[in-house]
Each structure stands twice: as structure tokens, then as C-alpha cells.
């Protein structure tokens, strides 16, 4: 069956997490790299782990905690305006560059985020970076108050675009979301940009590419 639609996870997909690290570097000098790092590691450890404990929280209150931890394993201070002025500085992630440009391309097709991050926070890095005007839909897990890869999930993206889920195409770089999304029965495409190994989670990818720019030609 041909795809009606493609589904795009946010963070680290379209949205690049790690273009905080020259605000973190401003603040703590030589320390940019490693605050950022680490705070994307316990953004998704919190995400899973309130998952499995019946705890949510939003993810702006996750991400928030996580730079807090961040810098507490790292011995940095951390005041509350630094916390609120890089919590902002998510609010205006860099895409990657080529992102504009390939979903221009596939505009034949519907096309949606599906992320674990907050309606706010995806509304906000969305418009800040004009993919409002080619996305139908920003879906986000809080409707469910459970965060990705439960299966609950990935089904919010076949109620909001009204697609089978054997003609929507789900693509991530987190190699735990497109293992998820193939689980669930999407046709999924890993955006493998680190060369990583496949989690042995049971389930596969339809394809890995290294960049966005190999989607189209994939596809045709």
C-alpha cells in the first residue's frame, strides 16, 4: 500500500536538541557540550521512567528537571533564571538544515509531528521556524499523559489524520521511537545520523537513511 502520510518525531528529527550548546556554553564555559548531552540523556530517562511509574508530567517539566540534574551531577550552579532562559531557548531550536527544503518536497503527502513534547513547547519551536506552514497536524502525547513508544501513542496519529496505519510512514532518529512506530505497524525510516546499531527491541525499520535528502528518492 502506497503512504498517504508521513509522521515525524520532533526532537533530534526535525528539531535539533543540541543547538542549546552555545547558550550552555555561554554559561558555563567549557562545560557546553557535556551540560547538553546529559541533559538529553535524562530528558529521555524521565520520559520512559514516569512512563512505567504512572507519573506524568509534561515534558517542559521533565526537560526543566533534567537540566537541574544536569548540572547538579556536573557541580555547575544552575539559578532558576538560567533554568527558565534556556527552557526558552527550546522554544527556538534550530532545525536541521535540510528539513525545510524535503518536507517542501513531500508536501504531496500528509504530513504531522507526533512528539512527546508538550502543545506549547511544539507550537512555539514549530512557528518559530515557519513549519506550520507545511505540516496538517502537531500531535503531542499529552492528550494521553504518557510519553512514547507506548502504543496508545503512535495510534493518536491514525485519529488525527483518518489514515490506515499501513499508509503512514513514521520517521525518527531515536532508534527506540522507529523500533516503537514498527511495532505498532507504521512503515518506519530511521534517520541513523550517529552510524548507531539497531536497538534489539524485536522489531525494524523499513529502511535507515543517514539524512532527510534520501527520504523522497526512497519513497518514489
Given at each position: ?30 562545560n ?30 521533565i ?14 550552579e ?9 527552557m526558552?531557548e527550546?522554544?527556538?531550536l ?43 497536524a502537531?500531535?503531542?502525547?499529552d492528550?494521553?499523559k504518557?510519553?512514547k ?9 491514525l ?36 552510524n ?18 534520501e ?6
Amino acid at each position: 500500500m502506497s503512504l498517504a502520510a508521513l509522521v515525524f518525531d520532533a526532537y533530534g528529527t526535525l528539531f535539533d536538541v543540541h543547538s542549546v550548546i552555545s547558550r550552555c556554553e555561554k554559561t558555563w564555559p567549557g562545560n557546553g557540550s557535556a551540560v547538553s548531552q546529559l541533559w538529553r540523556s535524562k530528558q529521555l530517562e524521565y520520559s520512559w521512567q514516569r512512563s512505567l511509574m504512572g507519573r506524568y508530567e509534561n515534558f517542559e517539566r521533565i526537560t526543566a528537571d533534567s537540566l537541574r540534574y544536569a548540572c547538579e551531577f556536573l557541580k555547575l550552579e544552575c539559578e532558576e533564571l538560567v533554568v527558565a532562559a534556556l527552557m526558552a531557548e527550546y522554544r527556538r531550536l534550530a532545525t536541521f538544515p535540510e528539513i525545510r527544503s524535503v518536507l517542501s518536497m513531500l508536501g504531496h503527502l500528509k504530513l504531522a509531528i507526533l512528539s512527546n513534547g508538550s502543545p506549547d513547547m511544539l507550537e512555539a519551536v514549530v512557528t518559530h521556524n515557519g513549519l506550520d506552514e507545511v505540516l496538517d497536524a502537531v500531535i503531542s502525547v499529552d492528550a494521553l499523559k504518557i510519553y512514547k513508544p507506548d502504543p496508545r501513542v503512535y495510534q493518536l496519529a491514525l485519529l488525527e489524520l483518518n489514515v490506515p496505519k499501513q499508509s503512514i510512514g513514521f520517521v525518527s532518529s531515536n532508534g527506540w521511537d522507529v523500533c516503537g512506530a514498527a511495532s505498532f505497524g507504521f512503515r518506519a525510516f530511521w534517520i541513523n545520523r550517529t552510524n548507531a546499531p539497531l536497538d534489539r527491541l524485536g522489531a525494524a525499520p523499513e529502511a535507515v537513511i543517514t539524512s532527510l535528502t534520501e527520504l523522497p528518492s526512497l519513497l518514489d
